[in-house]
């Protein structure tokens, strides 16, 4: 509260106004350390990913069913600006959408598969596959979780540079 006395502020007055100001002052310098900067960088500042679940499946192509400890096999491979991430032989409800929620983490991304799709009275192997793309090059740690949070499997994969990633000379 502001108290004037004779056209001028009081002691009091001033301080609030001090405080008041120092507020403001000490707000604009957090939010200008904070934005982003204007600089360029070698990252790319977003990453983008696709995921499909494939339909129900008998086997491998081979009449059989390859699967580890219940869980499918996981697969974790590169190319170009691309990282692949397959889980195989997924097992699922036959009526399941199954998808991939990526998450980017501080030493890569956490993949968590989610179900979209109705239930139905029967189980199935299926596949689920997740691109992740317009990445730089570096090594990143990748985590596939199941529907129901339960760490599948984690892997590093390395995206290698592009000849045009690199310096100019």
Do not use: W
């Amino acid at each position: 509260m502001l108290v004037q006395s004779e056209g001028t502020l009081s002691l009091k007055g001033k301080t609030m106004m001090k405080y008041k100001v120092g507020l403001i002052l000490f707000l604009f310098l957090g939010l200008v350390a904070c934005r982003e900067k204007d600089y360029p960088t070698n990252s790319r500042p977003t990453f983008c990913f696709d995921s499909f679940h494939s339909v129900c499946k008998d086997g491998d192509g081979f009449g059989k069913i390859i699967h580890t400890a219940g869980k499918g096999k996981i697969i974790i491979s590169s190319f170009n600006d691309t990282i692949r991430v397959a889980h195989l032989n997924a097992h699922y409800n036959c009526c399941a959408e199954i998808k991939m929620d990526v998450e980017k983490t501080k030493f890569g991304f956490d993949l968590f598969e989610k179900d979209e799709g109705d239930t139905c009275r029967c189980m199935c192997y299926s596949d689920v596959i997740c691109f992740i793309y317009n990445l730089s090059a570096g090594t990143y740690l990748i985590k596939v979780f199941d529907t129901t949070g339960n760490l599948l499997d984690q892997g590093y994969v390395i995206v290698q540079p592009k000849e045009d990633d690199g310096p100019r000379g």
